[in-house]
C-alpha cells in the first residue's frame, strides 16, 4: 500500500507504507546513527516526532525484549528506505513492522530519505504528516502550517505517580521528563537506591525523600514548556548534588539563568564528539536534542562551559560554580550509541561522595 | 597539539612489490602520506622498491629512493640522508618489519632516528602470538583458547578442557600444510599425528575452533592525545573461517544489534590504546551468532587493505591522517577533509551499503586449488555502493569483470546436487554464485546456512533476488518490477536475457520510462552537513546529487580491480591522464571500482564515479556529464573492451581510432597493416575451428605459438611442438569458433625486444628501448627487463627505432602504443603491438624521466608533441642500468606450476637500478625477495633439449666455487666433464632424493628446465612446487639463472689455480 508524507513545505515523499494504519503528523527530524533503531523508537524524547533514519536498511536484527528505552513508543512516525521483513538475531521477537502496528505507530518506506534528509538540513526541521494517498494536500499542507508544534510532551511521557527502583547505594531521585531506561540502568548498576518522579514534582516533595543526588532526566520538547521543572531545580540546587542530561541540562542551564533556543536541526545520531574543554579530550557522543543552550547568555550566570561540540562549538556541557551540580547535552548513558562518556556517571557518584564528606566534617 | 617541530626529515617505507595480501592499497596509502607529510612542510624520503606506483613519482617525495627493501639498502639510505624519523606503519608488513629489523640492528639508534607512529613495542605485542595473548589477558579480553602439544595425548587433555570442534595447525609448515578443522576423535588422532610428522619441530598448535562465528572488522585511529575513533566497522558475509581478504565483506555491519556494535567498539578501541598505536589500526573479531561471546582474531598495528576499504567505503582518508598523527596532530584539531567543515575527530555515518568482493587468479591459474581458507589468495578486490543490499552486491559482481552480469554462472546448472553442496560447504571463489544456483533449484535458506552458516539475513536478501528473477520472467515488460529489478541492482544485459530482448531495448524503454539512476554523494555524515567532495555512486531514486558543471569535461576509465596481468601499472598511467588533463583546462572524471588504488582517492580527479565499469554503467554517468570524450588507453583491456560498444552508442572515443585500434589487435587487418607498411612478423594465421588450425600449424611449421585473439596477459597462450599437443590445446583450453578465433604463429626463438612510444600521428618520440633478459616464449610481464638495451648493435637499434616510427605512423596512434619484438639471426620481427598503455610506462617514465601518460593524454586532447617539446626519434639512453624484475606471489598459490612460459604469472615487479648491468641486476633480484650467497650448491634438473646449455651455467657455477648437485642423467654428464657432482636420487627413491634435498634446504638454488607435458603429476612439477614451498630459488628459465650467475660472478673471485710449468716429459729410466 502505498503512503505518503506531507510537509509543511509543500514537499510530497510517496512510497510504501507499514507499521499502523493511523494517520499522524509531527515535526520530521533525522538521525544518522546506523544502528539502534529499537532504541531510537522508544526513546520518549522523539515525543510526536516523526524520525527519518538515514542508514537505508533498517530492522535487520529485528525487536527484542531487552533494547527497548521505554515502555510505549511515543514517536509519531518512522521513515525509512527499507524496512526488513525478514530480519534475523538471535535476540529477535518481532519485526519493526509488527512492532509498529502493536504500538499504533505509522511508517513510510521506500524514499529517498537522503533527500528529505538534505531538506531537513536546508530548511531545518519541519512539520509534515504521514497519510495516505486519498488525502486533500493542500489542506493538510494548510493544517500543518496552522498547527503550532505541541507544547505538552513531557506531559505526555513522563511518569503520572513515583516509583522506587531500590538499591543499597546512594539515594538517587531521578526526574522523569521522558526518561530512556538507560539512565535508570547506569544508576541502578552503580546500586543506587532511585526514586523515579513524575517531571513536575516540587522541590520540596523531593527533598522530603532526602536524596543524596538528584537526577534530571532527557525529555522531549522545548525547555521551556515546562517552568515547573525550573522552579523545582531552583529549590534543590545547593542543596543536594545534581546531574542533568539533555532536556535535563537545558532545565538545569535555564534554572541558572541561561536561556535555550531552537535549533535550526538538532544533533540527532551516534557519532558527535564532544571535547572536554579542561583535558582537551574528545568523546564520541550519542545526541538527540533540538534545542540548545544559547553560549551569549551564560555570561551572567554561575554556570561554566565544560564541554562543547567539535563540529559547531555548541554547548555540550555546563557545571554550576559554586554548587554540586553539572549537566551534559548528550547521553552518556548512550542506548544508542557509544559509551565512551559512560564514567559521567561515576563523576556523579563521586561528587555525591565527596559532597557527603564536606557535609560531614563541615 | 600541534605538529613537532623537532624534525624536520622523515623516511617513509613502502610496501615493496605487489603479492597476494599486499598490492596496491599501499600505494594508496603511502601516497597519501607522502603528501599529508609534505603538507605539513616535512622534507620526506620515500623508499620503495616497486616502479609501478604512484608514491614513487619524483614529485610525491622530497626524495624518491626506487632500492631494495632490505637492511642492507636501507641502511645506506639512512646514511645517506640522515633523517630525522622513520614512518614504517603505511609500507604493510614489509615496512613493519624492515622497520623492525632497523632497530635491532642498531641502525635507529646510530643515527638517531625515531620511529613515528606506532612504537616496535607495540607492532611485537601485536604480532607475536604469545605477546599478544599476554597482552589480551591483561586487558581481560577472550582470544580462542589453544595450546601447543606435542604429542596426542597432550591434544587429548586439550579437546577434554574445550570440546570439539578444534583447528589444528602444524607449527612451521608452510600454508597449513597437514592441519585442519577436528570434529571427533577419531579426526583428531588422524589429523595431530599427520600434523606432528610434517612439523619440523613435532609441534601442533590445537585451537577452539570458532568456525561460523560472524567476523567482523573495525577500523580504528588514535592520536597521541589518546584520543581514539572507529572509522568504519565491516562485516564479513563469509563467516570466520575464510581469510578476510578472500570473503565477501559488507560495510558498515548488517546484523549487529546497538549493543553488539558498541561492545565489540569498545574492544577495539580498549587495545587501540592498550596497544598506544598513533595511526591506524584494524582490530578483527569474532562474534558468536547466538549470544554475546566474542573473540578478538587478530590484530593489525598498521594501516591495512582492510583501512584501505573503510577510506573508500566512508570517505575517510585513514592513510592521510594516520601520518598527520605520527607528527603530533590530533584529530580533534584536523578537518575532515570530506566536508572541509567539520572535524576528523567523529565516526563517519554511512547511508549506503558497501560491498566489497575478492578477485581472485584462478582464471589464470585453473590447476590451482580454489579452496579458500586462511591462506589470502585473491590478487585484488571490487567495491561497490549502492542504496540496498542487493544493487551494491550486485554492481560489485559485475564490477568483477569475469564475464558475469548477474549472481549466474551458466555452467553452474550443470553441477551435480553433491557437488553443489559441497561447494557451499567448503567455499571456493565462485560460492556465492552456487548459493544462487542452489536457491534455483529450490534448495532453502535453511538448507543454505546449515551448510554455509551463512547469516539468514544475507540468505534470505539473495533469495529474494532469485525470486525477482523468476517474478521477471513471468512477467515480461513490466515497467513496475522493470523499476524494482533496477532499484535491485540488476542488469540491463540480464533483464534482457530474461526477457528475451536485446539490451539496447532495456536501455531504451528505461529511459523512455525515465528509469534512470541518480547520483548521490559519499560525504561521510549521511547528509548531515554540507559537504564538497566530489564521489559519486549511482542509484535508483530520486533525488541527483551529481551536477554537470560549465567545464569542458573529459571522462578516463580505470582499469578495474587487480589481477594478473592487469595490475597497478594501469592505476598509475590512469592517474597521470587525470592529472594531465586538469592541467589542460578540462575537468577529469573517472570511473573505477577498485578500493585499493590511487585513482579511487577523489581528491586525485575533479569527479569520481565509484561504478562498475561496464557499458550500461558507464553509459549513464555519460548521460548526465556529457563528456566531450572518453580515454581508454590507461584503462587496460577492461576499458578497451568498452571502447567498441560506446563508440556505437556515439560515444567519442578520444586518441587513437578505434579502426585503427583493431589494425593492431585483429589479426588479419594486423596482417595486412603489417604487408603495406613492409614490416616482418613471425609467420602465423587465424584460425575459425580445430582443422584449420591444424593446417596452419602444418604449413607454417613446429614450433607454434598458439593463443586466442584479444587477450590480456597471455591467458590461454601456450607454445606447442607437435600436432597431438595443438589438439589437446584446441580440446582443452580455447572455445574456437568464427566469433573466437585462434591465433597460431610461428614460434621464434630469439632476443625479445619492448618498445614504448607516444605518438600524436605524425611525431612518434620513444623515450626508450627494454631488452629482455629471457628469450621470446615467456611472458614480457614475467621477464626481466632490461634498459637501456645491454647486447643490440647500433644497427639493430635503429631498425627497432624505424619500425616503430613506421608502425605509430601507418597505425595513426594518437596516445600510447607498446611493440614487442623478436630478434632471430639479427632479423627484427614485431610480435605484437598494443595501441595503449602498457605495463612499462611507469618504469620507463621513471627512468628516462619522460612523463609518458601526460604526454600522451595532452596529445590525445589534441597538442602536438612538438608543440611539447619532442620530435621524432629515440630518447637519449642514460648511461646507468636499469632493470624491472617480475615478482610472484607462488608461495600462496598452491598447485600452480610456477614455470614460465607465454602466460603471464607475475603479481608486481621491483626495480633494480646502479652503473652496471651485474650490480642492477643484484639489486632487482634481491628486491624481489631472492637470498644470494655466495657459495653453496645448485641442484640441476634439466631437460635432455637443454643439457648442453645447461653444462655451460654448471662450469660456471663450479668456477666460482659453487657445488653442484643433479640427477643422473644430468650427472653423468657432468661428470664427464671432470667436474665433481653429487647425485641426487629421483622423487620417491631413496635418500637423499631431490625432495629432501630441497626440504633440508641443501640446495640454495633449483635450476628445472620443463620437459614436455603440462599436468602437475610430473616429477618436475613437483621439484618447482616443493621449492616454492621451502623458499628455495628456482629458476625454470636458463636466461634468468644465467643472469644469476653473472651477478654471482661479480661478486666471488673464482678459484682458478695457477698454471702449471710447461715441462717437457720426463722419461724416467
Not at chain 2, 601485536?126 to 577472550?142: G, S, T, V
Request: proline share 4%.
Amino acid at each position: 500500500m502505498k503512503r505518503q508524507l506531507i510537509l509543511e513545505d509543500g514537499s510530497i515523499f510517496v512510497g510504501k507504507a507499514f507499521g499502523s494504519e493511523i494517520e499522524k503528523s509531527g515535526e520530521v527530524v533525522f538521525n544518522t546513527g546506523m544502528t539502534g533503531y529499537q532504541e531510537i523508537l522508544s526513546d520518549p524524547s522523539y515525543c510526536a516526532q516523526i524520525v527519518t533514519l538515514t542508514y537505508p536498511l533498517i530492522g535487520n536484527y529485528g525487536i527484542n525484549r531487552d533494547d527497548f528505552e521505554s515502555i510505549n513508543p511515543s514517536v509519531h512516525g518512522l521513515i525509512v528506505k527499507e524496512a526488513t521483513k525478514a530480519p534475523n538475531y538471535w535476540r529477535n521477537e518481532m519485526t519493526i513492522d509488527e512492532l509498529l502496528r502493536i504500538k499504533g505507530i505509522p511508517g513510510l518506506e521506500g524514499i529517498d530519505t537522503r533527500k528529505l534528509t538534505k531538506l531537513i538540513r536546508a530548511n531545518g526541521t519541519m512539520k509534515g504528516k504521514l497519510c495516505s494517498m486519498d488525502v486533500d494536500t493542500n489542506k493538510i499542507i494548510e493544517d500543518l502550517r496552522n498547527t503550532p508544534l505541541k507544547r505538552n510532551q513531557v506531559e505526555q511521557v513522563s511518569i503520572k505517580a513515583p516509583y522506587a527502583s531500590p538499591g543499597r547505594g546512594y539515594r538517587i531521585v531521578l526526574v522523569d521528563f521522558g526518561m530512556k531506561h538507560g539512565i535508570l540502568r547506569e544508576l541502578t548498576k552503580r546500586k543506587c537506591d532511585v526514586v523515579v518522579v513524575p517531571y513536575h514534582t516540587s522541590a520540596e516533595e523531593i527533598l522530603r525523600l532526602n536524596p543524596d543526588g538528584i537526577m534530571l532526566s532527557n525529555g522531549p520538547g522545548d525547555p521551556k514548556d515546562v517552568p515547573e521543572a525550573i522552579q523545582m531545580i531552583n529549590g534543590v540546587l545547593g542543596k543536594i548534588p545534581l546531574f542533568g542530561i539533555c532536556l535535563g541540562h537545558q532545565l538545569f542551564a535555564l534554572a541558572c539563568g541561561a536561556d535555550t533556543e531552537k535549533m535550526k536541526f538538532g544533533h540527532r545520531g551516534s557519532n558527535h564528539p564532544v571535547m572536554e574543554i579542561n583535558t582537551g579530550k574528545v568523546a564520541i557522543t550519542s545526541q538527540n536534542h533540538g534545542y540548545t543552550v544559547s553560549a551569549a547568555t551564560l555570561a551572567h550566570t554561575e554556570l561554566v562551559v565544560t564541554h562543547k561540540a567539535i563540529n559547531d562549538d555548541t554547548i555540550e556541557g555546563v557545571k554550576h560554580k559554586q554548587h554540586a551540580a553539572f549537566s551534559v547535552q548528550y547521553h552518556p548513558e548512550a542506548s544508542p550509541g557509544p559509551e565512551d562518556s559512560n564514567e559521567l556517571f561515576d563523576d556523579f557518584i563521586s561528587m555525591i561522595t565527596a559532597n557527603k564528606g564536606e557535609k560531614t566534617y563541615a | 597539539m600541534p605538529k613537532r617541530t623537532d624534525i624536520q626529515k622523515i623516511l617513509v617505507i613502502g610496501s615493496g612489490p605487489i603479492v597476494i595480501g599486499q598490492a596496491a592499497e599501499f600505494d594508496y596509502a603511502g601516497t597519501q602520506a607522502c603528501q599529508a607529510l609534505k603538507e605539513e612542510g616535512y622534507e620526506v624520503i620515500l623508499v620503495n622498491s616497486n616502479p609501478a606506483t604512484i608514491m614513487t613519482d619524483a614529485t610525491i617525495a622530497d626524495e624518491v629512493y626506487i632500492e631494495p627493501l632490505t637492511l642492507e639498502f636501507v641502511s645506506k639510505i639512512i646514511r645517506k640522508e640522515r633523517p630525522d624519523a622513520l614512518l614504517a606503519t603505511l609500507g604493510g608488513q614489509t615496512g613493519l618489519n624492515l622497520a623492525m629489523e632497523l632497530s635491532e640492528a642498531g641502525v635507529l639508534s646510530e643515527y638517531d632516528v625515531e620511529l613515528l607512529g606506532t612504537s616496535l613495542n607495540a607492532i611485537q605485542q601485536a604480532e607475536d602470538r604469545d605477546l599478544f595473548r599476554e597482552l589480551m589477558r591483561k586487558l581481560n579480553e577472550p582470544v580462542p583458547e589453544s595450546d601447543i602439544v606435542h604429542n596426542l595425548d597432550e591434544a587429548y587433555t586439550f579437546v577434554k578442557r574445550i570440546g570439539y570442534p578444534v583447528i589444528v595447525r602444524p607449527a612451521y609448515t608452510l600454508g597449513g600444510t597437514g592441519g585442519g578443522i577436528v570434529h571427533n576423535d577419531e579426526e583428531l588422532e588422524e589429523i595431530v599425528s599427520s600434523g606432528l610428522k610434517y612439523s619440523p619441530v613435532t609441534q601442533c598448535l590445537v585451537e577452539k575452533s570458532i568456525a561460523g562465528f560472524k567476523e567482523v572488522e573495525y577500523e580504528v585511529m588514535r592520536d597521541g592525545q589518546d584520543q581514539a575513533i572507529v572509522v568504519c566497522n565491516m562485516e564479513n558475509i563469509d563467516p570466520v573461517g575464510i581469510h578476510t581478504g578472500d570473503s565477501i565483506v559488507v560495510a558498515p555491519s548488517q546484523t549487529l544489534s546497538d549493543r553488539d556494535y558498541q561492545m565489540l567498539r569498545n574492544v577495539a578501541l580498549k587495545v587501540i590504546r592498550a596497544l598506544q598505536i598513533e595511526g591506524g589500526c584494524n582490530i578483527q573479531l569474532a562474534l558468536d551468532p547466538y549470544s554475546f561471546q566474542y573473540y578478538i582474531i587478530e590484530v593489525n598495528p598498521r594501516v591495512s587493505r582492510s583501512s584501505a576499504l573503510a577510506s573508500k567505503a566512508t570517505g575517510y582518508p585513514i592513510a592521510k591522517l594516520a601520518a598527520k598523527i605520527a607528527v603530533g596532530l590530533s584529530l580533534s584539531e584536523m578537518k575532515n577533509p570530506v566536508t572541509g567543515k567539520t572535524y576528523s575527530s567523529f565516526e563517519p555515518a554511512l547511508d549506503y551499503v558497501v560491498t566489497k568482493i575478492p578477485r581472485w587468479p584462478f582464471d589464470k591459474f585453473e590447476s590451482a586449488n580454489r579452496r579458500l581458507g586462511t591462506q589470502m589468495k585473491a590478487t585484488g578486490e571490487v567495491m561497490a555502493i549502492g542504496r540496498t543490499i542487493e544493487e551494491s552486491l550486485l554492481k560489485a559482481v559485475r564490477s568483477l569483470e569475469s564475464n558475469v552480469d548477474h549472481l549466474l554462472i551458466p555452467s553452474m546448472s550443470e553441477i551435480s546436487d553433491d557437488e553443489m553442496e559441497e561447494r557451499i560447504r567448503h567455499a571456493d571463489d565462485e560460492r556465492i554464485f552456487v548459493i544462487a544456483e542452489a536457491l534455483r533449484r529450490g534448495k532453502t535458506i535453511q538448507e543454505i546456512h546449515e551448510w554455509s552458516a551463512i547469516d539468514y539475513y544475507f540468505l534470505t536478501k539473495l533469495e529474494g533476488m532469485i525470486k525477482l528473477e523468476q517474478t521477471l520472467t513471468e512477467n515480461n515488460g513490466s515497467i513496475e518490477l522493470l523499476r524494482e529489478a533496477k532499484e535491485k541492482g540488476f542488469t540491463d544485459s540480464f533483464i534482457a536475457q530474461l526477457w528475451n530482448e536485446e539490451e539496447r531495448a532495456i536501455y531504451t524503454l528505461r529511459m523512455s520510462e525515465g528509469i534512470v539512476p541518480v547520483y548521490k554523494m559519499v560525504d561521510t555524515c549521511a547528509g548531515e552537513f554540507e559537504s564538497e567532495t566530489p564521489y559519486y555512486y549511482s542509484t535508483f531514486e530520486e533525488e541527483n546529487e551529481s551536477a554537470k558543471t560549465s567545464k569542458e569535461s573529459v571522462l578516463v576509465l580505470g582499469s578495474g580491480p587487480i589481477r594478473i596481468g592487469q595490475g597497478i601499472e594501469f592505476d598509475y598511467a590512469t592517474v597521470h591522464s587525470v592529472w594531465a588533463i586538469r592541467e589542460a583546462g578540462y575537468e577529469a572524471i573517472i570511473i573505477n571500482n577498485n578500493p585499493e588504488t590511487v585513482s579511487t582517492d577523489f581528491s586525485i580527479s575533479d569527479k569520481l564515479y565509484f561504478e562498475p565499469l561496464t557499458v550500461e554503467d558507464v553509459m549513464h554517468v555519460i548521460e548526465l556529464e556529457k563528456p566531450t570524450g572518453v580515454i581508454v588507453q590507461f584503462g587496460g583491456q577492461t576499458a578497451i573492451n568498452l571502447a567498441d560498444e560506446l563508440s556505437a552508442r556515439g560515444v567519442k572515443i578520444l586518441g587513437t581510432k578505434l579502426e585503427d585500434m583493431d589494425k593492431a589487435e585483429d589479426r588479419d587487418k594486423f596482417e595486412v597493416t603489417m604487408k603495406t607498411l613492409d614490416i616482418p612478423q613471425p609467420e602465423g594465421k587465424t584460425a575459425t575451428s580445430v582443422e584449420e588450425a591444424v593446417a596452419v600449424a602444418s604449413t607454417i611449421g613446429y614450433p607454434v605459438l598458439v593463443r586466442p585473439s584479444y587477450v590480456l596477459g597471455g591467458r590461454a597462450m601456450e607454445i606447442v611442438y607437435k600436432e597431438s599437443e595443438l589438439l589437446h590445446y584446441m580440446e582443452n583450453a580455447v572455445k574456437v569458433n568464427p566469433q573466437h578465433p585462434v591465433l597460431i604463429d610461428r614460434y621464434l626463438m630469439g632476443k625479445e625486444i619492448e618498445v614504448d612510444a607516444i605518438s600524436d600521428g605524425e611525431t612518434v618520440y620513444i623515450p626508450g628501448i627494454m631488452e629482455h633478459i629471457e628469450r621470446a616464449g615467456i611472458h614480457s610481464g614475467d621477464s626481466i627487463a632490461v634498459y637501456p638495451p645491454q647486447s643490440l648493435s647500433e644497427e639493430i637499434k635503429q631498425t627497432l627505432i624505424d619500425q616503430t616510427i613506421k608502425l605509430a605512423r601507418g597505425l595513426n596512434i594518437v596516445g600510447l602504443l607498446n611493440i614487442q619484438f623478436v630478434i632471430q639471426q639479427n632479423n627484427v620481427y614485431v610480435l605484437e603491438v598494443n595501441p595503449r598503455s602498457s605495463r612499462t610506462v611507469p618504469f620507463l617514465s621513471k627512468i628516462t624521466g619522460v612523463p609518458m601518460a601526460n604526454l600522451a593524454t595532452k596529445v590525445i586532447l589534441g597538442q602536438t608533441l612538438a608543440q611539447l617539446g619532442y620530435e621524432t626519434g629515440y630518447g637519449e639512453e642514460r648511461d646507468e642500468v636499469f632493470v624491472k624484475v617480475p615478482v610472484f606471489s607462488f608461495a600462496k598459490l598452491r598447485r600452480v606450476d610456477i614455470t614460465l612460459g607465454p602466460e603471464m604469472k607475475s603479481t608486481g615487479e621491483v626495480m633494480g637500478r646502479d652503473a652496471t648491468l651485474e650490480k642492477a641486476l643484484y639489486k632487482g633480484l634481491v628486491a624481489s625477495g631472492m637470498n644470494i650467497p655466495t657459495h653453496g650448491s645448485v641442484l640441476f634438473t634439466i631437460a635432455d633439449k637443454d643439457k648442453e646449455e645447461g653444462v655451460d651455467l654448471v662450469k660456471r657455477f663450479h668456477a666460482i666455487g659453487y657445488h653442484i648437485l643433479a640427477t643422473e642423467g644430468t650427472a653423468d654428464v657432468i661428470r664427464e666433464l671432470g667436474i665433481p657432482v653429487t647425485t641426487v636420487n629421483k622423487i620417491g627413491a631413496e635418500k637423499p632424493n631431490l625432495l629432501h634435498v630441497i626440504r633440508e634446504g641443501q640446495a640454495q638454488f633449483v635450476i628445472n628446465t620443463l620437459t614436455r607435458g603440462k599436468q602437475p603429476a610430473r616429477d618436475g612439477f613437483r621439484i618447482r612446487r616443493e621449492s616454492v614451498e621451502n623458499g628455495v630459488v628456482c629458476f625454470t628459465s636458463l636466461d634468468t639463472a644465467r643472469a644469476l650467475l653473472r651477478v654471482l660472478e661479480t661478486m666471488t673471485f673464482s678459484s682458478v689455480s695457477m698454471p702449471k710449468f710447461h715441462q717437457k716429459e720426463v722419461i724416467h729410466s
